[in-house]
C-alpha cells in the first residue's frame, strides 16, 4: 500500500517536474538567442564605420588615399597604445584630435585643389609652436598663406576639440626658389621668423606623406 501511494505519488509529481523544468531551459534560449540577435546587430555596425571610411576615400586619387589611410594607422596606434595602458588619456585625446584635424586639411586641399597630391602637413597647438620655431610668430595676427622662414606655409586654425594651428612644409623647391628670389620673410613686417630644423617632439605634431 505504502508503496502504491509513493508510485502514485511520483506519477503525479512527474508531470510537473518537466514542466518545471523546461520553462528554464525555454528561457535560456530565448536569451540565447536574443543575445546572437544583439551580436549580429554590433557586428554589423562596427562593420559599416569601418567600410565608411573607405567609402570616402574612393573619392580621391591613390596619393590622397594613402595619406587618408596612414591617419587611420596612427589612429588605431594610439587606441591600441592607450587600450594597453601605455599613454595617459591626455595625450590620446591631443593625438587624436591631432589627426582628426590633419584629416580635415587634407580633404579640404584634395577637394579644393582637385589634385593627387599633399604636402607634409604639421598641426600643432598654442603651447607647441615652440617644437617648429626657435622664435614662435604671433599666431593670432598670422596672415593664412603666409611663408614663415623660407620653409612653412600657414594653413589656418583648426578647431578638433582644441584649436590647432596648421602649416605645409614648403618642398625643397620652393624653398630653393624663395631663397633665390632673396625673400625674407617677416611676420607683419616687424622682423625675421625663424624656424627649427625638424626635430623630434615630445608629443607627435606631424603625419609625414608616406608616399615620399
Do not use: C
Not at 588605431?76 to 588619456?89: A, F, G, L, P
Request: glycine share 6%; no cysteine; net charge positive.
Amino acid at each position: 500500500m505504502a508503496d502504491r501511494h509513493v508510485t502514485g505519488y511520483h506519477e503525479l509529481k512527474g508531470p510537473h517536474s518537466r514542466r518545471h523544468r523546461e520553462r528554464p531551459l525555454a528561457m535560456k534560449s530565448k536569451l540565447r538567442y536574443l543575445l546572437f540577435l544583439l551580436m549580429l546587430a554590433l557586428l554589423a555596425r562596427q562593420t559599416l564605420a569601418q567600410a565608411r571610411p573607405t567609402t570616402e576615400d574612393e573619392h580621391f586619387g591613390p596619393v590622397v588615399t594613402a595619406y587618408l589611410g596612414y591617419l587611420r594607422n596612427e589612429q588605431e596606434v594610439v587606441d591600441d597604445r592607450v587600450s594597453r595602458r601605455e599613454i595617459s588619456r591626455v595625450y590620446y585625446r591631443r593625438n587624436s584630435n591631432r589627426i582628426r584635424a590633419l584629416r580635415e586639411v587634407a580633404i579640404r586641399i584634395a577637394r579644393d585643389s582637385g589634385n593627387d597630391y599633399l604636402p607634409e602637413l604639421e598641426a600643432v597647438t598654442g603651447d607647441e609652436l615652440r617644437t617648429l620655431f626657435e622664435h614662435p610668430p604671433n599666431i593670432t595676427s598670422l596672415p593664412i598663406g603666409r611663408v614663415v622662414n623660407n620653409t612653412f606655409r600657414f594653413l589656418g586654425p583648426v578647431r578638433s576639440a582644441e584649436v590647432f594651428y596648421v602649416f605645409a612644409r614648403l618642398d625643397p623647391y620652393e624653398q630653393s626658389e624663395l631663397k633665390r628670389l632673396g625673400s625674407t620673410d617677416s611676420e607683419g613686417g616687424a622682423g625675421h621668423v625663424n624656424a627649427k630644423p625638424a626635430q623630434t617632439a615630445t608629443r607627435p605634431r606631424k603625419v609625414g606623406n608616406p608616399w615620399r
